[in-house]
């Protein structure tokens, strides 16, 4: 029988964790916005900015796409062992 899967972070955290990121990158941009530098200076820290941004989502997503398919092989794995106890009988004569 499958159980169901338990979220191991509170609101109070995830709340935390979008907060934290939407400050810092307000911030940073700000920084990029209002540094003394020529344009291209500018657009270059910015351009920066926006690819650590999004190598920084596509990291955690394929971290997350391997945590679920060790959870996946994880739980066939038991339910294959579940299977083979199930059907073991040590007092059965062969």
Do not use: N
């Not at 394929?62 to 994880?74: H, I, K, P």
Request: proline share 3%.
């Amino acid at each position: 029988m499958a159980q169901p899967v338990k979220s191991s972070s509170t609101t109070a955290f995830y709340v935390q964790a979008v907060l934290s990121f939407a400050i810092s990158l307000t911030a940073l941009a700000a920084g990029i916005f209002y540094l003394p530098v020529t344009a291209w200076v500018r657009s270059f820290l910015a351009i920066g900015l926006m690819y650590v941004v999004t190598s920084t989502f596509t990291l955690a997503k394929c971290v997350r796409d391997r945590q679920e398919e060790a959870s996946v092989v994880s739980r066939v794995d038991q339910a294959r062992l579940d299977k083979l106890l199930a059907e073991h009988d040590p007092f059965r004569a062969e």
